[in-house]
T-cell receptor, first 113, second 115 residues
């Protein structure tokens, strides 16, 4: 069955460091992958989209990589700030229908001052 | 305006009640979605509407009945729910194209408690 896994444990880092979050998937051939941020009690907010034929995407302090051979995406936040503390979700789409996103389990990031 | 609004914010209902959740967007998006999210779990897709027509139903029990009256509005009618249906219900919208490669804009959700 399809599985999309992210770090199950919370990731604790110090302010100013780079946070690296992983998203691994099995039994899936996504056409694209998206990353979202979710704060407690709020809806997810879109951050970045990367297509299957792209290796890397950047937006300000964010960088995402996509390796379809390893079936893995890495999400980096450089110069992290306490305001970056949230749950980060990867979401895959394109395998069973272009409109359907399947979300990963999410990783909680805590950035301490 | 990149906002998706949902009402109510909180809803408590008994198992015999009938209630509705509402979602609205004015971004001109032609795809709208309902998701269910339990605590500490990712959102799970329930329904997708494309150009006001039901496009995807993820085998959701019939006690949940979606409706898309026009391109800006999405409703979720609830009837005879079970306590395990208690969750955060999220509405989202996105542009619609053949590639499907568009981000989704989520509302703040309705926190539903079934007693």
């Amino acid at each position: 069955s399809q599985k999309i896994e992210q770090n199950s444990e919370a990731l604790n880092i110090q302010e100013g460091k780079t946070a690296t979050l992983t998203c691994n998937y099995t039994n899936y051939s996504p056409a694209y992958l998206q990353w979202y941020r979710q704060d407690p009690g709020r809806g997810p907010v879109f951050l970045l989209l990367i297509r299957e034929n792209e290796k890397e995407k950047r937006k300000e302090r964010l960088k995402v990589t996509f390796d379809t051979t390893l079936k893995q995406s890495l999400f980096h936040i450089t110069a992290s700030q306490p305001a970056d503390s949230a749950t980060y979700l990867c979401a895959l789409g394109g395998n069973t229908g272009f409109q359907k996103l399947v979300f990963g389990t999410g990783t909680r990031l805590l950035v301490s001052p | 305006d990149t906002e998706v609004t949902q009402t109510p914010k909180h809803l408590v209902m008994g198992m015999t009640n009938k209630k509705s959740l509402k979602c609205e967007q004015h971004m001109g998006h032609r795809a709208m979605y309902w998701y269910k999210q339990k605590a500490k779990k990712p959102p799970e897709l329930m329904f997708v509407y494309s150009y006001e027509k039901l496009s995807i139903n993820e085998s959701v029990p019939s006690r949940f009945s979606p409706e898309c009256p026009n391109s800006s509005l999405l409703n979720l009618h609830l009837h005879a729910l079970q306590p395990e249906d208690s969750a955060l219900y999220l509405c989202a919208s996105s542009r619609q194209s053949g590639t499907g490669l568009h981000e989704q804009y989520f509302g703040p959700g309705t926190r539903l408690t079934v007693t």
